[in-house]
């Protein structure tokens, strides 16, 4: 059988160089609750949201304003019973200049169909690669999550936080 890695591109105006300070900022972007170094060779960085979901990341390839590569050292799911399904898969950001135009083709290698959550991945990464990230390269500001405060649909319906109505 034939597994396909998730997969999204997006494309902006700026810089390669913007968008790697971007990508490297994963604070901007992904979640206001990472903590260590991002954007040196060999950091290593812890992200939470909640008690849904958590993962430790080494960055194990940087190439200014080209490159970035996560490697996943451990990750918990709230909502899998396989909590395996990140362990030993990379986070791969992409940089490359399109005539005028910069693409970020983002890949999370070891993310495929078969995976239990697959689709709340995927849907996560589409809104933090093509909306929260695409936003800060572009317009200076990401949609990063944080402590009671879910940016995606899932994050929404899986967090700890009550409806206060």
């Not at 396909?4 to 902006?12: E, G, K, L, R």
């Not at 913007?18 to 960085?45: H, R």
């Given at each position: 059988m034939i597994?396909?890695?998730?997969?999204?591109?997006?494309?902006?105006?700026?810089?390669?160089?913007?968008?790697?300070?971007?990508?490297?900022?994963?604070?901007?972007?992904?979640?206001?609750?990472?903590?260590?170094?991002?954007?040196?060779?060999?950091?290593?960085?812890?992200?939470?949201?909640?008690?849904?979901?958590?993962?430790?990341?080494?960055?194990?390839?940087?190439?200014?304003?080209?490159?970035?590569?996560?490697?996943?050292?451990?990750?918990?799911?709230?909502?899998?019973?396989?909590?395996?399904?990140?362990?030993d898969t990379q986070v791969i950001f992409e940089i490359s200049e399109r005539e005028t135009k910069t693409e970020i083709k983002f890949t999370h290698k070891g993310l495929v169909p078969e995976h239990e959550c697959y689709d709340i991945c995927k849907n996560a990464w589409t809104q933090y690669i093509q909306e929260s990230l695409f936003n800060l390269i572009t317009r200076g500001k990401g949609q990063p999550n944080g402590k009671e405060k879910p940016t995606t649909p899932d994050e929404e319906r899986l967090g700890a936080v009550p409806n206060n109505i």
């Open positions: 597994t396909s890695d998730f997969t999204t591109t997006i494309v902006v105006d700026q810089s390669p160089k913007e968008a790697f300070k971007a990508i490297v900022n994963p604070e901007a972007w992904w979640s206001e609750e990472i903590t260590g170094g991002t954007s040196e060779l060999g950091d290593e960085f812890s992200y939470h949201y909640e008690d849904v979901h958590s993962c430790r990341m080494k960055l194990s390839e940087v190439a200014a304003d080209k490159k970035v590569v996560w490697d996943v050292l451990e990750n918990y799911f709230k909502f899998t019973k396989d909590q395996s399904e990140w362990l």
